[in-house]
């Protein structure tokens, strides 16, 4: 169902340029209420920055940009922390918003960390602190969500349960997602569509599409799109084999 | 009860550290302390322009400091000198110019040492209304800009998008330095001031393990150096500002130790 009153974030033609050079140039999109929009791209494609002109932390920008909502879940792709502060994963899940005991220890739950609660951030794994990460932006149960990579440094198995609690949030909430990933592999079953940039818009639709596209094929490679091909067909047991696809060794 | 200077320099000496205390703790966290100096600096220029003009000193501090950090803006948008050279530059320059000030103010008996460390004989009824009811509404302030503030110390970007308003909170507490520095010069002097902020605030970051405790230590740290340091100031005759200073040193290199045995334990 697409309707105007579902949208929640949309960029027309926006694009930010730096020193006489485009960072990113002519994307447009929109995330709906209860949809996950995925960006896919090399480093460098502007993915990050897309998102940021989406979310406001930048203020001049080309284009525009309508946001139809204040409740925003926020996971940044890099995040340093002064060690000078003394913080803790508690004080840390109550940065942005005031809530109650039992949706920080859900949220914390639900990204399986809620046994950290007391313990220091400078003290967390990579991996852990990701997850914490995660568990403070669903907790204050927001309308959009945008996660700029957020299951990098988690193990493989961690990451695919990450990814189907993204889905799984998203339909329980029905906030829309707005999610960064530079590999479409493993976002593929949590995604209902795919724009992939390269500075600029190089494709989009439906994640399938894709990785069907030759500009997808030529920015990822032949094998990337491949690889995409079988995964698909092992969870969706639809189509029978034809001849473009072969199995992976 | 207020009639004897002790008892006032005691007063006004407790009223500051509750506020330095809080306002301390950010100084540290986001790395503040030579914009701090820079502003305790320009108040001289302050000083001089409220004797020659017959003002209030408070105030006419807190609008100069407050136009040097407006001036410190304006020159970080329009130049490429790192940061700390244009600390420096504003903090000296605005040092010498109150300093030539006063030079040509030859008619007005200047305490110049009582400006620069203190002076607690200085401390009169007026003053202490100043720091009180200046310092209940520093806090007051701060506890209302707290949380964007404090989320932006952590991560500006996540604040911004999160819709706190980060940018709003920073001008707010640039002013709130400004009006520390204001009421708190007649005691402590305008060259220790900033010590004041971070002394008290590095001694709670050795024994405290969260912002809220953080500040809280600060304000205890606060309150026992203005002790100690007033008691000793009395006892040994020495000046008000650097005695309260040196008390906050001894308390930071205490909690040192507390440090190293926690360093232990987590072996």
């Known amino acids: ?249 | 009860m207020f009639d004897d200077f002790f008892i006032r320099a005691l007063f006004a000496g407790i009223g500051v550290a509750f506020v330095t205390g809080p306002l301390g703790c950010f100084v540290v966290w986001r790395r503040l302390s030579y914009f701090g100096d820079t502003l305790a600096h320009s108040a001289l220029l302050g000083v001089t322009i409220a004797f020659s003009l017959e003002f209030n000193i408070a105030l006419s501090v807190f609008i100069s400091s407050s136009v040097i950090a407006l001036f410190l803006i304006q020159l970080q948008k329009k130049t490429n000198l790192p940061g700390d050279a244009l600390l420096g530059l504003l903090a000296h320059s605005s040092l010498a110019v109150g300093l030539v000030a006063i030079g040509f103010l030859s008619f007005i008996r200047f305490d110049i040492m009582g400006l620069l460390f203190g002076d607690i004989l200085a401390v009169n009824v007026n003053d202490l209304l100043i720091i009180w009811i200046g310092g209940a509404f520093i806090l007051l302030v701060l506890k209302l800009i707290w949380k964007p503030l404090f989320a932006s110390t952590v991560n500006y970007e996540l604040a911004e998008a999160e819709g706190l308003n980060p940018d709003r909170a920073k001008a707010i507490f640039t002013l709130l330095m400004a009006a520390i520095i204001a009421i708190s010069i007649k005691m402590i002097g305008l060259l220790l001031i900033t010590g004041m902020l971070i002394i008290p605030a590095a001694f709670a970051r050795n024994i405290s393990d969260s912002p809220k405790g953080m500040v809280i230590f600060s304000i205890i740290g606060g309150l026992l150096s203005v002790f100690i340091g007033l008691f000793s100031s009395l006892n040994f005759n020495t000046p008000s500002g650097p005695s309260i200073i040196m008390a906050a040193l001894i308390l930071f290199i205490i909690s040192l130790f507390k440090i190293k045995q926690s360093i232990k334990l987590k072996n």
């Open chain 1, 1 to 249: 169902m697409r309707t105007e009153e579902n949208i929640l974030v949309k960029l027309k033609n926006a694009g930010i340029k730096q020193n006489d050079k485009w960072l990113v140039k002519g994307v447009s999109l929109e995330v709906e209420k209860g949809k996950i929009v995925t960006l896919i791209g090399p480093n460098g494609s502007g993915k990050s920055t897309t998102a940021k002109i989406a979310l406001g932390i930048y203020k001049e920008f080309e284009g525009t940009v309508e946001k139809f909502t204040n409740k925003i879940g926020y996971v940044p792709q890099k995040i340093s922390i002064d060690w000078t502060l003394p913080l803790r994963v508690a004080d840390f899940m109550v940065l942005t918003d005031d809530l109650d005991k039992g949706d920080i220890n859900e949220a914390l739950a639900l990204t399986g960390v809620d046994h950290l609660i007391d313990k220091n951030l400078g003290n967390l794994s990579g991996g852990e602190f990701q997850r914490v990460l995660l568990a403070r932006a669903i907790s204050r149960k927001p309308e959009l969500l945008v996660l700029d990579e957020p299951v990098q440094g988690v193990d493989f198995t961690g990451e695919i349960a990450l990814y189907q609690l993204i889905k799984k949030i998203s339909e329980k909430l029905n906030c829309g997602i707005l999610l960064i990933s530079h590999d479409l592999h493993t976002v593929m079953s949590a995604t209902d569509h795919v724009v992939c940039l390269n500075g600029h818009v190089c494709c989009s639709g439906s994640p399938i599409d894709v990785a069907k596209d030759k500009e997808y094929k030529a920015l990822f490679g032949e094998q990337a799109s491949q690889t995409l091909s079988i995964y698909e067909h092992k969870h969706d047991h639809v189509h029978s084999d034809d001849g473009d696809i072969k199995q992976k060794n």
